[in-house]
């Protein structure tokens, strides 16, 4: 604008230093007219511009800052995570090793138990303590669910000869053998005939102990 230029060349002197406020509200007006900012208002553009220069510094060190916490918590996270799963691993592996532990522990109690088995006790002669009472002729055989004629001694034909020979279970043999629960036993000839059973080690027939 060579208009412009020659009256601000005037201004500088002492004629234009005493017109200068008119000139200047003059050429304002004219900068205005033509769409221009004027001289104010480009420094109070300056200076927002230089405010915001400013804020923006500010949020993007404040957003810097967030960052940085962001990634020191996803560090954190992770150092947590694998701490957490390296406990597990080891919670796991106490857990296998108490398991094999007393799997172990378990075997060995068996093994002491099947070695610690007792063999049945041979036989042995029972002394007397109380003679039997004699036994009832009854019609039919003694032996439990056995429904035949009585030939000798409250045995039928069949249960007298084996109770003659001695393996009539549960029924004392001539000589006073006597076989209870799978196991033989001796007690007095007297008892011969009657019926034997086991009580807590000890050998009753027809209820008295031998």
Known sequence: MPILDAVFSKLGRPAGRALDPTIREIVH?????????SPAEVQALRDEVRDMRGRVDGMQKRL???LGLADR?????????????????????NANERVASMAERLAQFEAK?????????????????????????????RVDGCRNDVRSKGFCSSHYQQWRRGTLK???????HVL??????????SF??????????KIYVDGAQA
């Open 29 to 37: 007006a004219v900068l205005k007219e033509h769409g221009y900012a």
């Open 64 to 66: 810097d800052e967030v």
């Open 73 to 93: 918590a996803r560090a954190d996270a992770a150092a947590g995570r694998d701490a957490a799963e390296a406990r597990a691993q080891a919670a796991d592996r």
């Open 113 to 141: 138990l099947a070695s610690a088995a007792v063999a049945p006790a041979p036989v042995q002669p029972v002394a007397a303590s109380v003679q039997p009472e004699p036994t009832a002729v009854a019609e039919n055989c």
């Open 170 to 176: 549960n029924f004392v043999g001539p000589e006073g």
């Open 180 to 189: 209870v629960e799978g196991n033989a036993y001796q007690v007095p000839a």
């Open 192 to 201: 011969a005939g009657g019926k034997a059973e086991l009580r807590g080690g």
